[in-house]
């Protein structure tokens, strides 16, 4: 998702040249830099509370019901009081809003650690920053909200921690059974996958805060050139509590006290138990690295042998993924980054009642997988005279579409890129051709043309021609309308579009 917290301010040098050799460059802070910050941490903070309220209620219900049919299939088999271990879960992650964790703690994001080190420096940069009281208790402030999302954070990924543990314990409980009834095993299923979008959503998340910005990177990249802060960074951001930056680094005081190259050589050999056939002289870096390749090779196979398992590199198990399941990666998404937004245009020749058309649509599609999508849109016809001699602009009708599409399944196998790009298209739509004197016209039916089209559509990668460097979808569609002829007058049997999907 790209780093969601987007942030602007300006950097501006003013001041005497005296003042800048004393103090340096003065950054100016815009009024609503907080102000946007804040929007963008809260807005981020929401999402996350929503979607693990979400999801925890949906894991607990799901679990009920199979403690329910499980009782009802088996009279001995124990009851869990389940709502209060998820509404424990609950509480848990809502009281981690009211407090702040050190940065340090959970999984090292790189986005969260260039804002928070920026924000602290902008705090307590003292001279460097030109700012107020008020300023630098909503930098303060900022940086407390940045801490609590992280907390969050850190404490949904104890959930999802939890959740796994949990799937691994009532898989091991239905083993017990031979013969389940259909209705555990299709909650059990409704829980793994409520579980595994769970995890998806948080991957999410972190995705979205490990990309940076553009306005960030550039903003940290004026920052840079700010010797006090980098300085600043080498002290105080996570990575370097991580891996601090040892005293006098590249000074040969620095060096004072290291061992030789030939000396760290000189130990491994006598250390090491060099195959004899080495030799006396054996090069001790070659053996290590012969034995690294070794290792690599066992990691490998152990990897291959977890995969099969269903247990991936990441700590998640497949495992929990009930069979002939495809994951739906469009459901963790937000609903306005499933909207695809869409433009087509086609022509018509002039015929006895109508002059030569140009047909132009807006289109916004609601993606529901990677494969299905449907959509609305508006289009209008403009007319543009009966031939090169005789050209006028006039408006010819208005009309309203309803549509959706489906990718072509690949029956053959083919595994072409020609398939690959091609859509099935279904759609009806409604136009309005007599000239409109009053909105009473809109609600007479029969001043309204009807369409239902069904065809083929091809997709293609292009560059888009309003922004340089960024890519679109080209469509081109072919379509048969089936209402053609009962149309007065008729309408053309076939249509091509193209257009292109931002």
């Not at 950097?11 to 003065?26: E, N, P, T």
């Not at 997988?369 to 005279?385: F, N, P, R, Y």
């Not at 005789?390 to 399944?409: C, D, H, M, Q, Y």
């Not at 001043?447 to 081109?476: C, D, E, F, I, Q």
């Amino acid at each position: 998702m790209k780093f969601i917290l987007t942030v602007t301010f300006f950097l501006a040098i003013s001041g005497s040249r005296a003042q800048d050799s004393q103090h340096g460059a003065v950054i100016e802070l815009p009024p609503d830099y907080i102000t946007r910050i804040d929007k963008k941490l809260n807005g981020v903070d929401d999402q996350l509370s929503r979607q693990s309220a979400k999801y925890i209620k949906s894991l607990s219900r799901q679990e009920e019901k199979i403690f329910k049919s499980l009782a009802a299939f088996d009279s001995s088999a124990a009851l869990e009081d389940v709502k209060q271990k998820y509404a424990q879960l609950s509480q848990q992650f809502n009281n981690a809003g009211s407090r702040v964790d050190r940065l340090l703690t959970g999984n090292y994001l790189p986005g969260i650690d260039s804002l928070a080190t920026s924000l602290r420096f902008l705090k307590e940069a003292g001279n460097l920053v030109s700012k107020t009281k008020d300023i630098q208790q909503q930098l303060g402030s900022s940086l407390q909200n940045l801490q609590q999302l992280q907390s969050r954070l850190n404490e949904a990924e104890n959930i999802q921690q939890y959740v796994q543990q949990r799937q691994q314990q009532l898989k091991q409980l239905l083993s017990n059974y031979s013969n389940l009834p259909k209705g555990v095993s299709k909650y059990f299923g409704k829980y793994q996958r409520e579980a595994f979008y769970y995890s998806q959503q948080l991957q999410e998340y972190r995705q979205v805060l490990n990309e940076p910005d553009k306005l960030i990177a550039k903003t940290l990249a004026v920052l840079q050139n700010v010797p006090a802060f980098s300085s600043f960074w080498q002290k105080h951001s996570i990575l370097a509590q991580l891996f601090p930056t040892p005293d006098h680094y590249g000074t040969p005081q620095a060096l004072a006290g290291l061992q030789t190259r030939a000396g760290v050589q000189q130990v491994l050999q006598q250390q090491l138990a060099l195959p004899a056939t080495n030799g006396a002289n054996a090069n001790p870096a070659q053996y290590l690295q012969q034995q690294i390749q070794q290792a690599q090779g066992e990691l490998s196979k152990l990897k291959d042998k977890l995969n099969q398992l269903g247990i991936n590199s990441g700590g998640s198990s497949d495992m929990t993924v009930p069979e002939h399941f495809t994951p739906n990666p469009e459901k963790t998404k937000s609903f306005l980054k499933r909207i695809q937004l869409g433009s087509n245009f086609s022509t018509q020749r002039s015929g006895q009642y109508f002059p030569t058309r140009v047909d132009i649509a807006v289109t916004a599609a609601y993606r529901l997988s990677e494969k299905v999508q449907a959509g609305i849109g508006l289009s209008s016809k403009l007319g543009l005279g009966q031939n090169w001699k005789n050209i006028r602009v006039t408006g010819e009708s208005l009309g309203a579409r309803v549509f959706a599409e489906w990718k072509a399944p690949d029956l053959f196998k083919t595994n072409s890129r020609l398939m690959s790009s091609l859509w099935l298209y279904a759609g009806a739509e409604m136009n309005h051709h007599r000239t409109i004197e009053s909105l009473a016209d809109f609600k007479n039916y029969t001043n309204w043309s009807k369409n239902a089209l069904a065809g083929l559509s091809k997709k293609y990668s292009m560059r888009s021609p309003l922004k340089k460097g960024k890519k679109m979808l080209g469509t081109v569609s072919f379509l048969f309308d089936f209402l053609h002829r009962r149309n007065i007058p008729a309408t053309p049997a076939f249509v091509w579009r193209v257009g292109y999907e931002f």
